[in-house]
């Protein structure tokens, strides 16, 4: 092979796939055919091999820039049997705490030299399927779950992808029954100190809005107000526990119903900022004042809550900590190979903090 055919096949080929026509993707064995050499030869020729000599390295490498070639990473991963990317199941991104996190994954991930690919499943666990089986065929080393729903719906699925080597980190939820580990705030706790906040504050008829049932956070968080009832010598009764989907208008409607019946409540435990900023909504409508009458303490989304603009308890959950944390440990578990039993879960430190100028934030 001389350098002149060399070159009049580049010229050529350069052409082939730059006068504005689609074609195929360039693959190795495109460049091997042009420069009449093997796949092998242009692969090792890429990787910078030994015995493959300088001139043809060159050569490759000039033809590979010129066309454009791209390596399939894919294709790579199953050869290395390491992809570097991790999956991050997220339930809603219009919820701070999650975008929060999500930033600290991609901070940690990228710091380690791995990308993330990051998928949202609205808390459908059909959705969660979906995406669970995409990061199983794209080969994905490691998955960041914030499991939909509280069914095991999912669970044989997920079982099966970590008996085949895919490592799980759950995060800011625990997944019951699986052995994964977590990295979350004490959601009991949490609740507990945000309940005992407004009772120390002479609220005694404290209201929990918000789902409570499926996912373990939301027991937890249910559990933990109860606790702090109870401690403090306060009834529980059942008529202030408001199922609320995380919907402004689902939970703006159903407070402005509560008024309608004449229920007394002069605090609000909210599991969420959306579900928050609707009851916020329907007690302002009412021309009640917060914190005067109803005052209000909710979990950790409060760029939305601010926008009611009076002041509020908020339990800063430390989103950014929980996404690396999580992230440091998955990176962990792929490149020591060592099984979770040698992990410890984490919990972050939480806080409740009280909110009273729009620019002061968490």
């Not at 096949?9 to 993707?25: D, E, F, I, M, P």
């Not at 729903?149 to 799980?168: C, D, H, V, W």
């Not at 939305?304 to 990176?331: H, N, R, S, W």
Request: charged fraction near 30%; charge should be positive.
């Amino acid at each position: 092979m001389t350098r002149t055919s060399v070159r009049g096949q580049k010229k050529s080929a350069v052409k082939h796939v730059t006068n504005g026509k689609l074609y195929k993707r360039v693959t190795l064995k495109d460049i091997a055919q042009l420069l009449s050499v093997t796949v092998a030869t242009v692969s090792k020729a890429l990787r910078d091999s030994s015995d493959i000599s300088p001139e043809t390295k060159r050569l490759v490498r000039k033809l590979s820039d010129e066309l454009g070639y791209r390596p399939n990473l894919l294709a790579k991963s199953l050869i290395n049997n390491k992809s570097k990317m991790l999956g991050v199941l997220v339930p809603d991104l219009r919820i701070s705490f999650f975008s929060e996190a999500v930033r600290g994954m991609y901070e940690e991930a990228e710091k380690k030299g791995y990308e993330c690919v990051f998928l949202v499943h609205n808390e459908l666990e059909t959705k969660e399927r979906q995406k669970l089986e995409f990061l199983y065929d794209i080969h994905a080393d490691g998955i960041l779950l914030n499991a939909a729903g509280g069914s095991k719906y999912n669970y044989p699925l997920i079982t099966r992808m970590a008996q085949e080597g895919i490592r799980f980190v759950c995060w800011d939820r625990s997944l019951k029954g699986v052995g994964f580990k977590s990295v979350k705030i004490d959601d009991v706790e949490a609740s507990y100190q945000l309940t005992s906040k407004l009772i120390k504050e002479g609220r005694k008829r404290i209201l929990f809005l918000g789902p409570h049932t499926g996912i373990p956070l939301l027991r937890d968080r249910f559990n933990g107000y109860k606790i702090a009832l109870k401690e403090n010598g306060l009834p529980y009764r059942p008529e202030l526990v408001i199922q609320s989907f995380r919907s402004i208008d689902d939970s703006y409607n159903k407070i402005l119903s509560l008024f309608s019946q004449k229920l007394e409540f002069d605090a609000v435990v909210s599991i969420g900022g959306w579900i928050t900023y609707g009851a916020g909504k329907a007690i302002l409508k009412m021309n009640k004042s917060i914190p005067n009458d109803v005052a209000i303490g909710e979990f950790g989304d409060n760029d939305i809550v601010y926008k009611l603009g009076v002041p509020f308890y908020t339990v800063v959950q430390q989103p950014v900590e929980i996404g690396k944390g999580a992230t440091d440990m998955l990176i962990k578990m792929i490149e020591t190979g060592e099984p979770d039993e040698k992990f410890d879960d984490i919990i972050i430190e939480s806080e409740i903090v009280e909110r009273r100028v729009l620019t002061t934030r968490c």
